[in-house]
């Protein structure tokens, strides 16, 4: 295996994924205390990014499975998510409610909801990958894939680790419910408006 191409692809998947820790944190910052959160988010990590990478290597395969015109709307995932959790923060603060039992015993992010946002984050990925593991032949496209993957489990292990922060998780946990939407709502506006959606 050559070190070169390990190295390549770690930073590959640094570079795009940088904003995934936030995101992540956020996620692990509202899976508090919520039996299963972490592995449902974890779960949801690993779908997700599986299937940024078969996407991309579908498409460096020469099979491209969403048109182009498409990748711009996959911000409405996480705009719909956000405007989701910004009406559940508002009806929570109305009622004056926090997680009642059954919610505690099963709230927090579910496996499907992080996929979506994940996914839907993954059009630069996307973009960025497939130049990449079309020119790095078969022997490299699974170097990068492998790479790639142990790396999710590092991401998780840092969005956890800064969630559990005391400083930044008594942040997350007093402000947490009202970022989450924010952030969620923000880049899905990203992806929307960087990608053309808006545009004739």
């Known amino acids: 295996?050559?070190?070169?191409?390990?190295?390549?692809?770690a930073g590959l998947f640094a570079v795009t994924n940088i904003d995934d820790i936030v995101i992540l944190a956020l996620f692990f910052a509202q899976g508090a205390g919520h039996?299963?959160?972490?592995s449902r988010i974890i779960l949801g990590q690993y779908l997700g990014f599986t299937a940024i990478l078969a996407v991309a290597?579908?498409?460096?395969?020469?099979?491209?499975?969403?048109p182009e015109r498409v990748i711009p709307y996959l911000g409405l995932l996480p705009l719909a998510l956000g405007l989701k959790a910004a009406w559940q923060a508002w009806r929570d603060h109305v009622n004056g409610e926090h997680a009642d039992d059954e919610q505690t015993k099963t709230g927090g992010p579910r496996a499907l909801e992080v996929a979506a946002v994940t996914f839907a984050n993954g059009?630069?990925?996307?973009?960025?990958?497939v130049p990449v593991l079309a020119t790095a032949g078969l022997g490299g496209m699974s170097v990068y894939a492998v790479v790639f993957l142990v790396l999710v489990a590092v991401w998780c292990l840092a969005g956890r680790f800064f969630a559990t922060r005391p400083v930044i998780a008594e942040a997350l946990s007093r402000w947490g419910h009202l970022l989450l939407p924010i952030v969620l709502i923000a880049l899905?506006?990203?992806?929307?408006i960087q990608g053309g959606a808006f545009r004739r």
């Open 57 to 66: 290597t579908a498409a460096a395969f020469g099979a491209t499975f969403l």
């Open 188 to 192: 899905g506006l990203l992806i929307l």
């Open 123 to 129: 059009g630069d990925n996307i973009g960025v990958y």
């Open 35 to 38: 039996r299963g959160a972490t």
């Open 1 to 9: 295996m050559n070190v070169g191409i390990i190295g390549q692809a």
